[in-house]
């Protein structure tokens, strides 16, 4: 069954999809009489049927409302350096199909690409578009959010707030699976994965500065856009 997010009114029993949504709907082929289940991204779950189309939208009853059904208690927030020629898509697609609440765009010392103000926006509307479209894929039921691109120290700041907060670092001696698995009553998680040249010394050593560990995902050096989705799947062993 398809997973779809829209807007719910409090208490409706019944809503109009119409614009990109009901574009959508056209895509997936759904015709009157079929169900999907369609979460309102905040807090829970329904059975919608397609009672009726039009040419500018859809009319859906909805029933049997409950509780988020696939969500993990652990919210994981994932912070990666900007990547460059488009690799940071491929990063946040993987990263929601993994189970990342959140996933923070920040500038390093090498990183390749640079955050432009001008296009900034842009970027920003859409790698939450990619959110939107892997969380449907995937059926979750929220959309995480896209941020950034923010800071170094602003990065930092926000990490180690964290109940676990993982840098990751190849010259790092503790590894994420023992941090992880001897922490498992938590409620937020958070790592900062570098970009294609890696963090430099300086930018590690303001992570234990700050009281957040270096930590290593095994004995091979992972590239930047595949470290992330290392991480993510052994939190989901383990959290899920």
Same mark, same amino acid.
């Given at each position: 069954? /398809? ?12 809503? &109009? ?6 574009? /959508?709907?056209?895509?997936?082929? @759904? ?15 329904? &059975? ?73 926006? =842009?970027?920003?509307? =859409? ?41 990751? /670092? ?5 590894? !994420? ?5 001897? !922490? $498992?009553?938590?409620?937020? @998680? ?9 963090? &430099? ?12 560990? $270096?930590?290593?995902?095994?004995? =091979?050096? $992972? ?7 290392? @991480? ?5 062993? $383990?959290?899920?």
């Amino acid at each position: 069954m /398809h997973k779809l997010f829209f807007d719910v009114p409090e208490g409706a029993t019944e809503i &109009t999809v119409e614009g990109e949504d009901f574009a /959508h709907l056209t895509v997936l082929r @759904i015709k009157a009489g079929e169900t999907v289940t369609v979460s309102d991204g905040v807090s829970r779950c329904y &059975t919608a049927t397609a009672e009726s189309f039009s040419k500018k939208g859809a009319v859906f009853s909805l029933s049997n409302p409950r509780p988020f059904e696939v969500e993990s208690d652990v919210k994981i927030t994932a912070y990666c350096a900007l990547l460059k020629s488009g690799k940071s898509d491929g990063v946040i697609q993987k990263a929601v199909e993994l189970g990342a609440a959140e996933i923070v765009l920040f500038q390093s010392k090498n990183c390749v690409a640079e955050a432009s103000s001008e296009k900034g926006d =842009r970027k920003l509307e =859409r790698w939450n578009k990619i959110s939107r479209q892997a969380a449907m894929q995937s059926g979750r039921d929220i959309i995480p959010n896209v941020r950034g691109v923010i800071s170094f120290k602003e990065m930092i700041a926000e990490l180690k707030t964290k109940d676990i907060s993982m840098f990751l /670092h190849e010259k790092a001696e503790y590894s !994420s699976y023992e941090l992880l698995s001897k !922490s $498992l009553k938590v409620s937020t @998680i958070g790592f900062a994965v570098g970009p294609e040249g890696g963090f &430099t010394d300086s930018e590690a050593d303001e992570a234990t500065s700050n009281n957040i560990p $270096l930590i290593s995902l095994g004995k =091979r050096i $992972l590239r930047a856009e595949t470290a992330p989705l290392c @991480i993510l799947s052994i939190c989901g062993a $383990l959290f899920e």
